[in-house]
């Protein structure tokens, strides 16, 4: 394949107008709020957001590389088809059940990171634990989205796939570093809508070429390789759902997602950017599904790609840039390249800005550094940014199964963070020693029920187990699934029984170790007051507390109001004599 100056120069100043629209973002962040939020608003967005620029950012915390050229790859995988491509259905619910029943409880409190509740309530060291699966699910995402697009790249104008892994890795860093948020957001205008553009532009020209047969003949019938429509077999049902619940429940705990619902001006803000959103990515899912319709319906014998096919080629994954590069005009094929590498970008960036922002709070401020400055505190945020960046890049060019830990890492969101989500925000009483068991217990369930992506045989064979050609066990039984109802089950009968045993005088109180029932008042706990700043902020809701006496009144609370009116009731009056 030749090298293709154009090609090079259409990415070069994609990349560019990205760039400027990312500095202009960065240069908005530093106009706004007061230097003293100057991390919030790179975390938040000063939480004025808008409904346009939120949609379509609020859209890309999933429509990115993977989606869209998994999309696509799933129907036109022989034997999976459009049955087998749950992410459009599946992250659309997620955010629609994020809308319903998680935005409102988060943006009201006014948390600024996902972790923010859980600390509150199990505290710093189980803040700790949740944020190394969160972590994980971010940097496998954005290290398996920047090889997919050095891959894509590399099929459409034939440049090493380094250079352009690396290159694309560093502006998606620099203006993430320079702007937060803002920058995310904007960019996320611009990537959003040449994805949009790019791929509805290719499709005509692709469907239109002489080897593509007519794709709804296709759907149901076998031409060229099985119908593009799918089937699911009785055997492949739990398997089925248990993939589907994974992406519906497990695409809520996310830091990206919830940093576009913290950063809505209101709670019914963000509620309706969730649901712009669930719509936003079934629209962006069509052109993609047209996609693999149209490479599953494609003699690709009368193409300049030849024979073998490219699922004969392993080369399914690339079926996107091979339509692209083969069915489209060579300026077409541009056109939609720069619409591939917006969308790797658009995800890129919010996962290395979702865990350079729990890192700098939850972990730098919360846990070590509670008196750091605004200004350290911005410095630890972009120090991290560009590490994060950095260790996703070589990921991206190193590990030979980056899809492989991600499926892994996106498993342990939904095992142990979601039931987590779901324990601290609507039921009441569970503690720390529930929260810590159902982690250790999801975390076995998951690993023992072994990983074929990473050929790891698993320990535990439930019913309906199978061993393929290469002797790697397969589970057919929806274990992941299991394992996820193991984990909140967990919490909530430890968390019970713990409470019942020290409250009931069976366990002596200096048993409570962890502080979680009986010492409320330990130095360990971390002042949970200083974990929201938002005047809607019911100080009812905050367990009472032992403030540090470094902290000052001022710089906890930014509602002197609720304070007096605090002050002024009965239940308020040991309140503000330890406020005192």
């Not at 535990?460 to 050609?469: K, N």
Request: proline share 4%; glycine share 8%; hydrophobic share 50%.
């Amino acid at each position: 394949m030749a090298f293709h100056v154009e090609g090079l120069i259409a990415i070069i100043v994609f990349y560019l107008l990205i760039l400027m629209v990312g500095i202009w973002a960065a240069w908005k962040t530093k106009n706004s709020g007061s230097s003293e939020e100057r991390s919030e608003a790179i975390i938040v967005g000063g939480r004025d957001i808008g409904l346009l620029v939120g949609g379509f950012t609020m859209t890309a915390t999933w429509v990115g590389g993977g989606y869209i050229n998994g999309t696509a790859e799933a129907v036109y995988v022989p034997g999976y088809g459009l049955a087998w491509a749950q992410a459009p259905i599946g992250y659309s619910l997620s955010l629609v059940l994020g809308g319903l029943f998680f935005a409102k409880p988060m943006r009201s409190k006014g948390y600024v990171t996902m972790l923010d509740p859980f600390q509150q309530l199990y505290g710093k060291r189980m803040g700790g634990l949740i944020f190394i699966p969160a972590l994980m699910g971010e940097m496998f995402w954005a290290a398996a989205i920047f090889s997919a697009l050095g891959a894509t790249i590399s099929v459409i104008i034939d440049i090493n796939i380094n250079i352009s892994v690396i290159v694309s890795a560093l502006i998606a860093i620099l203006y993430t570093l320079v702007g937060g948020l803002y920058s995310v957001a904007y960019t996320d205008v611009v990537q959003l809508f040449c994805i949009f553009l790019g791929l509805w532009i290719s499709v005509p020209f692709a469907m239109s070429h002489n080897a593509v047969a007519d794709i709804g003949f296709t759907a149901v019938h076998e031409l060229f390789q099985d119908p593009w429509l799918g089937s699911l077999k009785s055997n492949e049902i739990y398997t089925w759902i248990d993939n589907f619940l994974l992406l519906m429940m497990g695409g809520i705990p996310w830091q990206a997602y919830f940093q576009r619902v913290l950063s809505s001006s209101s709670a019914t803000y963000a509620q309706v950017l969730s649901f712009l959103a669930a719509f936003g990515c079934l629209l962006m899912a069509l052109p993609a599904i047209l996609i693999g319709a149209i490479g599953a319906s494609t003699d690709w014998n009368q193409t300049a790609y030849g024979l073998p096919e490219p699922i004969e080629r392993q080369e399914a994954d690339m079926i996107l840039p091979i339509v692209l590069q083969y069915l489209c005009p060579v300026y077409i094929s541009f056109f939609g390249l720069g619409a591939v590498s917006a969308a790797v970008m658009s995800s890129a960036d919010s996962s290395i800005l979702s865990a350079s922002s729990m890192f700098a709070r939850n972990i730098y401020q919360l846990s070590f550094r509670q008196n750091a400055s605004d200004r350290e505190i911005v410095w630890v945020m972009r120090i991290t940014v560009f590490l994060f960046g950095a260790a996703a890049t070589a990921m991206a060019l190193l590990a030979k199964s980056v899809y492989g830990l991600w499926y892994l890492s996106s498993d342990l969101v939904y095992i142990i963070i979601f039931p987590q989500l779901l324990c601290v925000l609507f039921v009441k009483g569970t503690n720390t020693y529930g929260a810590m068991m159902g982690y250790v217990l999801g975390l076995i369930f998951r690993i023992t029920g072994g990983e074929p992506y990473l050929y790891l045989q698993p320990l535990i064979l439930y019913p309906g187990h199978y061993r393929d050609e290469d002797g790697i066990y397969h589970q057919r039984f929806p274990f992941k699934t299991f394992a996820m109802f193991i984990s909140f089950l967990t919490n909530i009968s430890v968390s019970y029984l713990a409470k019942y045993l020290f409250e009931s005088g069976s366990l002596p109180p200096k048993l409570d170790f962890l502080d979680a029932v009986v010492a409320r008042h330990s130095e360990e706990n971390m002042d949970k007051t200083i974990l929201v700043k938002n005047e809607n902020i019911k100080l009812d809701e905050l367990a009472p507390v032992k403030p540090r006496q470094s902290l000052t009144l001022s710089s906890t609370f930014t509602n002197r109001e609720a304070l007096l009116d605090i002050a002024s009731s009965p239940e308020g009056s040991s309140t503000e004599d330890n406020l005192q």
